[in-house]
């Protein structure tokens, strides 16, 4: 299930559509006045009115005004989009686990080895196929301090993620590593690698992403970054 986005329309106009499904509006025709649904919503009737005339210019419903109320009806794309907060509210109570979990850290320089591991062509054919890009030859690394990121850290461990295989070659052989869809500083989109490197304990985070994490985000040694690990995939 892809992540529920929030973005300013659901933001805004979402409880105006639940209130709506709540009076019966999916399925069927409602006759609602805006009187009637600001009291439901604490709002004016000015406000209520104006949402009620996005919502049908988004498709998210189907509206008719007359002279003693609006005939509603919650079209199929604003049904949709019920669903998948149900969808996300399921999993948040039924399966017990976040959705996202977020882990900061201090950057710092490696010894460049990322480069050398993200191009190796087993490995990458594998990035592209199952995180859908090619990665930047190289890691961003970051050194957790804190105890609740550390914690947080080694939760990482308890969930399955994105398996990429390991392999063999005339020289040596290259274990598998676990992978997680991720945001950087709520802006890039990359994935958290686990057990690219075995000299790096749980006390590092690498990541890596399509860009030059820290050339697009002007990150230097001792900067602070924040990554939300998204543990249902996008």
Not at 31 to 39: G, M, P, R, V
Request: some cysteine.
């Amino acid at each position: 299930m892809d992540p529920l986005a929030i973005d300013k329309d659901l933001e805004m106009f979402f409880f105006t559509l639940f209130k709506l499904a709540e009076l019966g509006a999916r399925g069927r025709t409602i006759k609602i006045s805006t009187k009637f649904l600001a009291e439901k919503l604490g709002l004016s009737q000015q406000t209520v009115s104006r949402r009620l005339i996005e919502l049908g210019r988004k498709g998210w419903v189907q509206r008719k005004a007359t002279r003693d109320g609006s005939l509603i009806t919650i079209s199929d794309q604003g049904e949709a989009l019920l669903k998948k907060v149900r969808s996300s509210l399921n999993i948040i109570f039924e399966e017990k686990r976040p959705l996202s979990v977020t882990i900061e850290g201090t950057v710092f320089s490696g010894f460049g080895e990322g480069a050398y591991y993200v191009t190796r062509e087993p490995y990458r054919k594998q990035f592209i196929e199952k995180l859908g890009f090619d990665p930047y030859p190289g890691t961003l690394n970051l050194k957790i301090s804190s105890e609740y990121d550390a914690g947080v850290r080694e939760e990482l461990e308890s969930y399955s993620g994105l398996e990429i295989e390991g392999f063999r070659n005339e020289d040596r052989a290259y274990g598998p590593v676990r992978c997680f869809h991720a945001v950087i500083n709520n802006r890039e989109k990359g994935a958290v690698v686990l057990a690219l490197r075995t000299h790096y304990n749980s006390s590092v985070l690498e990541v890596i992403s399509p860009v030059n994490l820290r050339d697009r985000l002007k990150l230097k040694d001792g900067n602070r970054a924040r990554i939300e690990v998204l543990l249902v995939e996008p």
